[in-house]
């Protein structure tokens, strides 16, 4: 029986700790005309680097990516429920997709921070939206089928972040009042730039005789 009761508590402090990251929505859904007019213009801005639209949570984990490139950039919303061509069809049962979201959120580590909102659009559906920040403990991972990957949002589109991209990340969050010191390297860098569009790292590297760390 005290096996049971201590089973029973690690439980409950788990998904108690995972709540924590989670601001839970009212269990109440009525439709407000002031906040369907929010959402409506919200819309009409189309997806972009702060704002990704999905029809349902199909597939959860892709969402979570979402989220996660959100988390690793500037922070954005998702709102599922709403179609690419910006029509607003709605959920039926938003509490389902939202459990199966939540199932998913649980496998990325850390835990994201972000808030749910239930919005309803009239005709009993309602939409779900997700604010996440950007994140003070990125970079965040989704762990999934023995891999652990990272994303970045570039534009409208999410995309799995380069070992490098990564780094950056890390470093951002302990490094304060950074400085940029504009030396030979940069110049050699920006001199390259002007006559080709882009330049990897292990060009860099090349053209500049340095080593990953510094490149």
């Known amino acids: 029986m005290k096996m049971i009761l201590t089973t029973r508590r690690r439980a409950e402090n788990s998904n108690r700790s995972f709540l924590l990251h989670m601001k839970r929505p009212n269990e109440s859904i009525t439709f407000d005309a002031q906040e369907f007019g929010r959402l409506k213009r919200l819309v009409a801005e189309g997806e972009g680097q702060t704002l990704e639209f999905k029809r349902k949570a199909s597939f959860p984990e892709k969402i979570v990516r979402e989220m996660i490139a959100f988390a690793n950039t500037s922070g954005g919303v998702v709102l599922i429920g709403v179609d690419d061509d910006g029509s607003i069809p709605g959920l039926k049962y938003p509490e389902e997709e939202s459990h199966v979201i ?79 010191h504009y030396g030979d390297h940069e110049q050699l860098l920006m001199k390259y730039l002007d006559k080709n569009p882009t330049i990897t790292v292990k060009e860099f590297m090349h053209i500049g005789k340095l080593n990953r760390f510094y490149a």
């Open 102 to 180: 939540h199932q998913a959120l649980k496998s990325c580590k850390p835990a994201l921070k972000l808030r749910e909102t239930f919005i309803s659009v009239g005709h009993a559906r309602s939409i779900l939206r997700y604010d996440i920040p950007e994140s003070t403990r990125k970079p965040h991972y989704l762990l999934q089928n023995g891999s652990k990957n990272s994303f970045v949002r570039v534009a409208d589109q999410s995309i799995t972040a380069s070992r490098e991209v990564r780094e950056i990340a890390k470093r951002s969050q302990r490094m304060r009042n950074i400085k940029f």
